[in-house]
């Protein structure tokens, strides 16, 4: 409405005008009043049909989401889809964790090793993705996680050599990996692990391709520009099942190493912390965690209670 509306004139129509006109804003402002109400509410009724919603803290369920720090190109834990949309096991995890806390799960796609900086600084509330939970890590030894971080454990995996399809060089375990040409990405267990077999390799040096994302390291392998892939078991083995239909990878040896992920909570949060702990354990208990295991062919990975830092 503006002021020309309700200047005032002589004539009693204009005032009638402006009456109106005054009406008609009033009804706005409730309609719009109205609007926010509802949306409130709409918080509030899906809050209170969580049965864990009153453990998290109130700024997270007035806002009613959980800001979740990701690097989304690890298949079949987090990727983008088709539709360019997050999808994997860890999406699904956040989707069953959101309906229990009543809050979304809002997945942010950032580098890995800036993940838990990024969190610490405020960027995100928690980090979901694929991480190994270690001592370093929650200490804020390693460069990957300044600051440190808590980590509530939902699965566990260790690491897995990857080759192209028929095993051409018949790799059986790390010790096969000297002299060859061997992909990782960086910042994450499985380049400690090449870079501590590298060690072991005297003057029969790997050549290392330490990459940003580990999508880049399966293009050199599936180009052939690398020899093989040492990356998580459950995302070698979907390679394998999933790689150009199963025709393009295979996994070779044993799984390395098995050691627990963690969803990774500021130390500064322990009320958040302690809500995701028990947020985890009732969709284990429910059977959803199972069904979301069982869709990405990840059952291996599976536990069955919920802990705090159990990382070595």
Not at 29 to 37: E, H, I, K, R, S
Not at 282 to 308: P, Q, R
Request: one cysteine or more; hydrophobic letters at 40%; proline letters at 3%.
């Amino acid at each position: 409405m503006t002021a020309s509306t309700t200047r005032r004139t002589a004539a009693t129509k204009s005032r009638i005008v402006a009456v109106g006109a005054i009406a008609v804003a009033g009804t706005m402002l409730l309609t719009g009043c109205g609007d926010q109400t509802n949306d409130g509410e709409a918080k509030e009724t899906k809050a209170a049909a969580a049965p864990l919603a009153d453990k998290l803290p109130q700024a997270i369920r007035d806002k009613g989401v959980i800001k979740v720090g990701s690097d989304i190109a690890y298949a079949p834990m987090e990727f983008m889809d088709a539709n360019n949309q997050p999808a994997g096991v860890d999406i699904d995890l956040g989707k069953e964790l959101g309906k229990v806390l009543g809050v979304e799960f809002k997945f942010e796609n950032a580098t890995f090793d800036q993940l838990v900086l990024g969190m610490n600084s405020g960027r995100h509330d928690i980090v979901m993705s694929s991480m190994t939970d270690t001592k370093e890590r929650q200490q804020g030894a390693s460069k990957d996680a300044t600051g440190g971080a808590d980590f509530v454990n939902y699965f566990k995996a260790g690491s897995a050599i990857l080759t192209q399809k028929g095993n051409p060089k018949g790799i059986k375990n790390l010790d096969d990996l000297c002299g060859l040409t061997v992909a990782a990405q960086r910042g994450t267990a499985n380049e400690d692990l090449l870079k501590t077999q590298q060690k072991k390799c005297g003057a029969k040096k790997i050549k290392e391709f330490i990459s940003d994302q580990d999508s880049d390291s399966i293009t050199q392998l599936q180009t052939k520009r690398a020899d093989a892939v040492i990356t998580d078991f459950p995302v070698a083995l979907y390679n394998e099942l999933e790689g150009g239909g199963g025709k393009l990878f295979e996994v070779v040896g044993d799984q390395i190493d098995a050691a627990p992920y963690g969803i990774a909570v500021s130390k500064k949060n322990p009320e958040l912390r302690d809500a995701i702990k028990a947020a985890v354990q009732k969709i284990i208990d429910g059977g959803t965690y199972g069904e979301v295991l069982k869709k990405w062919k990840a059952e291996s990975g599976a536990i069955e209670t919920a802990t705090v830092n159990a990382g070595k």
